[in-house]
């Protein structure tokens, strides 16, 4: 499994960016991706997450209404479109992979991408 993060940046209060995670190397059918992200000093906690086949949704409650996570299957990527962003969405996004949205909604998955920055000035 191969997980592939782009898109981080430096980026003002109120602003928007948009993460994408190029995935390959696993069944999509069978498994959720989604992301994380670990700020300066703190455990690494869950951001959103997509079930590849049914395309089901869950987002953490920090982000609800703010983040949108979504993929193109024909690409093999996903992607999580930032909007009204905040200082303490500063941290190092992750995306990750896993048989079980319920599993990475708790904080936990079986494959992982490298990091990227995102960084949010007041």
């Known amino acids: 499994v191969q997980l592939q993060a782009s898109g981080g940046g430096v980026v003002q209060a109120g602003g928007s960016l948009r993460l994408s995670c190029e995935a390959s190397?696993?069944?999509?059918?069978?498994?959720?991706i989604g992301w994380f992200r670990q700020a300066p000093g703190k455990e690494r906690d869950f951001v959103a997450a997509?079930?590849?086949?049914?395309?089901?949704?869950y987002y953490a409650d920090a982000v609800k209404g703010r983040f949108t996570i979504s993929r193109n299957i024909t690409k093999k990527s996903f992607y999580l479109q930032m909007n009204s962003l905040k200082p303490e969405d500063t941290a190092v996004y992750y995306c990750?992979?896993?048989?079980?949205?319920?599993?990475?909604?708790?904080?936990?998955?079986?494959?992982w991408g490298q990091g990227t920055l995102v960084t949010v000035s007041s």
């Open positions: 997509i079930t590849w086949r049914a395309d089901n949704t």
């Open positions: 990750a992979a896993d048989p079980s949205p319920l599993t990475m909604w708790r904080g936990r998955a079986g494959y």
């Open positions: 190397g696993f069944d999509f059918d069978d498994y959720a």
